[in-house]
């Protein structure tokens, strides 16, 4: 079968999704998706492709879609010269026997009279077995002028060493971990990884499939401004009607970030007041005893439900060492264990800036207690007692 034979059976067309700047607040590129159709009936682009694999036509028929691709981004370059088209293609082809000027990337930006600069190539890593040919194809391209995006990172056998290989302009990130990501923490913590290991790479994060604002804000937390998915459009033949409602949609997230932030910077204030307020409160209590009373027995006298503290202990402040036991509100998950009396904190952030500080005080960002394996931040503060100077530490449950 000829590739015009296997055209016959099916109407071809693409579609645009935009891709959007909150920091610019406009849209910045479209994704070039294929969709297929038998009369008015669609058809999974999955199985067009697996079909034109079985008739061995799979790298004519991705030359072919690319070409579309390239014609319809043509009417979106002349309105504007510096929207990008990111652009996929079969990955696995680069394990072929085919010469990389034979994917004529190239050849179809000269036809349509489009720079390769405003071209994304998108490249599934995980579908590419030969490292060194990937490694190629994308410095051959990058030679030609064309941006290199790695497509649907962090999903199946997704790896950190090509990013190495590939030094991508763009990292897109998969839907696996932007889902639901504001109520899940671990993805939350990879996707920090993920964006601040690209930001010194010098490659953008770009997150993809993003369906909720709760995501979109989430994702802002962790310095990501460009975005892909539904929430601002699907995937549309004509997405230049919708340039209006998506532009809306930029600017309404962007006003409800700026609004978040003012409200954390507040939340956070008024944490770090109170637990000055607090920790006094504290250092005054125990310049009324001896250090000996200040234990498990003594906690409930020190406990500020509002603050929700869960663990308290003192360390010398000249060697870093614990002084007395730590004492705690709840229970120790497995694996973890506070720290004891004459254990070392000479090594932890709260020990040496609250040492450097000019205030003498310190509030950690969140993390996992050692003591509890719960989410904290520790606030430290230097104070004198009977003639000897120690910092009371406090874990905050957050």
């Known amino acids: 079968m000829t590739l015009n034979e296997f055209l016959t059976h099916y109407h071809i067309t693409i579609y645009l999704q935009p891709i959007v700047s909150t920091v610019n607040k406009k849209i910045i590129g479209y994704e070039a998706l294929t969709r297929s159709f038998i009369k008015e009936e669609f058809i999974s682009p999955l199985v067009i492709f697996e079909e034109a694999k ?35 293609f079969e990955s696995a082809l680069i394990d072929e026997a085919y010469p990389f000027d034979a994917f004529e990337f190239h050849l179809l930006c000269l036809e349509h009279e489009i720079p390769t600069s405003n071209i994304v190539i998108e490249i599934r890593e995980d579908k590419i077995e030969n490292s060194f040919k990937l490694e190629k194809f994308a410095l051959y391209h990058k030679n030609k002028g064309f941006n290199i995006a790695l497509d649907d990172f962090g999903m ?5 060493d090509r990013l190495s290989l590939v030094k991508p302009d763009i990292v897109k990130i998969d839907r696996s971990i932007i889902s639901n990501i504001q ?3 671990i993805h939350s913590e990879i996707l920090k990884a993920i964006s601040k290991m690209c930001n010194k790479i010098g490659a ?34 004509f997405i230049e009607k919708k340039a209006q409602e998506i532009e809306e949609k930029i600017r309404a997230i962007s006003q409800l970030n700026e609004t978040m932030i003012k409200e954390h910077k507040l939340k956070k204030e008024k944490l770090l007041h ?11 209590k125990l310049r009324q005893l001896s250090l000996s009373n200040f234990s498990n ?12 503290l869960e663990a308290m202990y003192l360390i010398d402040y000249h060697d870093a060492t614990q002084v007395g036991e730590t004492l705690l509100s709840g229970k120790v998950k497995k694996f973890y264990s506070p720290a004891k009396n004459g254990d070392s904190h000479y090594l932890k952030e709260y020990y040496y800036l609250t040492k450097s500080s000019k205030e003498q005080s310190f509030l950690s960002q969140k993390y996992i207690s050692n ?28």
């Open 297 to 308: 027995d003594k906690f409930k006298d020190f406990m500020n439900n509002e603050l929700k």
């Open 274 to 284: 109170n637990t000055q307020e607090y920790s006094n409160y504290i250092i005054d």
């Open 204 to 237: 953008v994060v770009l997150a993809e499939g993003v369906e909720k604002k709760e995501e979109i804000l989430r994702c802002m937390k962790t310095d990501i401004s460009i975005y892909q998915g539904f929430y601002f459009a699907k995937p549309d033949e």
């Open 371 to 398: 003591a509890t394996g719960n989410m904290c931040r520790t606030f430290a503060k230097r104070f004198n007692y009977d003639n000897n100077e120690y910092i009371l530490c406090l874990d905050i449950l957050v």
């Open 54 to 88: 079985s008739h061995n036509l799979s790298f004519e028929f991705d030359k072919y879609v690319r070409s579309l691709a390239i014609k319809k981004f043509t009417y979106y370059f002349k309105e504007n010269k510096t929207v990008l088209l990111f652009l996929n």
């Open 156 to 160: 199946g056998g997704s790896t950190f």
């Open 183 to 185: 109520d899940n923490f």
